[in-house]
């Protein structure tokens, strides 16, 4: 059918509003009223770990809609990394907000990187030689990393004497950047007696042995009173070393006044 003049024109107006609206149809997919990230709470106990979030857009009559892009981001990028697709990554412990971006509107969810001990290894301290009741010139030293092979940092590691009768200090420590907790051995006070310090940490277990040996005898009397003729005279040396009991005196070099005598057991 012939369109007549005013058809004509009220057609080219048509298109020109169509235009300038950017085509036939809406400019693009509609904006959400709500992003929803599911799971909404994660945790992960291994470096390099994963999860996989998703997200829905919602309309304001809780619709899901289609066809919108989704952006993702950590905000703590050193906790977890998370890919385009949604899969996190642990990275160090921590806790971080995963959010899931779509058409300017943010849905969020937490993610908390809480590294487990999976390992506990001796590295310091073991099979040390040192004197009875003196403190061991090495610290004790353990690792602990979790299931890849990563150092955790905080982990409190018990040390306990298990046979020897000495002390260890500090009792629990923590461990550092490293993964490393240190304490000082004190051994034991009876050479005979062996020496062993036993280390657990989430169920698992080390030891630490070490060999006690007696101190050099040494005595510890540096000067006598003096004496007077016809006046009784008694004076008891003293020693320290060796195995602290049964000490035997003699005269190694000269010899003592006429009327003074030595002895076996110290007494002058």
Not at 61 to 88: C, D, F, H, Y
């Amino acid at each position: 059918m012939k369109k007549t003049p005013f058809q004509r024109w009220l057609y080219s107006l048509m298109l020109l509003t169509l235009a300038s609206c950017g085509g036939d149809g809406p400019s693009g997919p509609p904006v959400p009223a709500e992003v929803l990230v599911t799971p909404s709470l994660d945790t992960l106990t291994v470096t390099g770990g994963t999860v996989r979030f998703s997200a829905q857009a919602l309309n304001k009559k809780g619709k899901v809609l289609t066809g919108n892009p989704i952006t993702w981001s950590s905000s703590r990028p050193e906790v977890a990394e998370i890919e385009g697709t949604g899969l996190a990554t642990a990275v160090g412990p921590g806790v971080t907000q995963v959010r899931a971006t779509v058409g300017g509107v943010v849905g969020r969810a937490s993610l908390t990187v809480a590294l487990e001990p999976a390992n506990l290894e001796v590295v310091a301290g073991d099979g040390q030689t040192g004197h009875v009741g003196k403190v061991l010139t090495e610290l004790l030293q353990v690792r602990v990393t979790d299931g890849a092979g990563v150092p955790i940092q905080g982990v409190t590691v018990a040390f306990e004497v298990l046979q020897g009768g000495g002390f260890v200090f500090p009792g629990v420590p923590t461990t550092g950047a490293d993964g490393v907790a240190k304490a000082q051995w004190t051994l034991g006070v009876d050479a005979n007696e062996p020496q062993r310090v036993g280390t657990t940490v989430a169920g698992m277990a080390d030891e630490f042995q070490a060999t006690a040996i007696w101190l050099p005898p040494r005595v510890t009397t540096t000067s006598l009173q003096n004496g007077r003729l016809t006046l009784e005279y008694e004076v008891f040396l003293e020693a320290t070393g060796g195995t602290g009991s049964s000490y035997a005196w003699s005269i190694s070099d000269g010899s003592l006044p006429t009327g003074v005598a030595l002895s076996s057991a110290g007494e002058l």
